[in-house]
């Protein structure tokens, strides 16, 4: 079992090091996502510096990591819990990959996508209800965090899940801000630079 961890940790870390977004910007613009725009190599950096259909398509290729990560867990025989490690795998390769030397993305499509192999009902409700605020309010911080906040209620009450697997998602989503923590001071001196 030791070793499937591993392998799993290590497959899961390498699949989300995969840059789509780096890679989508490279191609079709020819531009450096990591020194343009917000400086963040994600989907919604993209659909600004490039354009949306292509922060849709990095957005998906992102999420898909994720997806993944929970598949790998899952053939590897691994128990839930231990599932759990292969999603804080894929989004710590997303955030730090060792393509880019450690500068990715804050990992929340990645993250979305996990989830969505765990439970994908949950996942539909909180994307459904990211759509409902952003189009009447087109304020995609705002949304994200609508929809990502209500995951671990939704967990619980709608799963009925024990309150200890609760704490579990909800620190898997803080996890999240441990990238826009460290990478704070170069964030700022980006979007400085860019005028973002």
């Known amino acids: 079992m030791a070793v499937n961890i591993i392998i799993a940790c290590a497959v899961c870390y390498l699949l ?71 999603g804080f795998s894929v989004v710590i390769g997303h955030a730090f990959p060792v393509f880019l030397k450690g500068r990715g ?36 911080h705002l949304a994200l965090g609508i929809g990502m906040g209500s995951i671990p209620l939704l967990w619980k009450f709608i799963l009925g899940k024990s309150w200890i697997e609760v704490m579990m998602v909800l620190f898997f989503l803080l996890s999240l801000g441990l990238k826009r923590l460290i990478d704070e001071p170069y964030m700022r001196r980006i979007k400085q630079e860019s005028g973002w």
């Open 16 to 86: 989300g090091s995969v840059p789509f977004s780096y890679i989508v910007a490279k191609s079709v613009k020819g531009v450096d996502i990591r020194v343009t725009g917000e400086g963040n190599v994600g989907a919604r950096n993209v659909w600004h510096v490039v354009g949306k259909k292509y922060g849709v398509l990095a957005g998906i290729l992102d999420a898909s990591k994720g997806f993944l990560a929970y598949w790998v867990g899952f053939f590897l025989g691994l128990s839930p819990w231990w599932i759990w490690l292969c």
């Open 105 to 140: 993305g804050k990992g929340a499509g990645s993250a979305l996508g996990f989830l969505l192999g765990m439970e994908p009902v949950i996942i539909v409700i909180s994307g459904v209800m990211i759509g409902a605020v952003y189009l009447p309010s087109r304020n995609f």
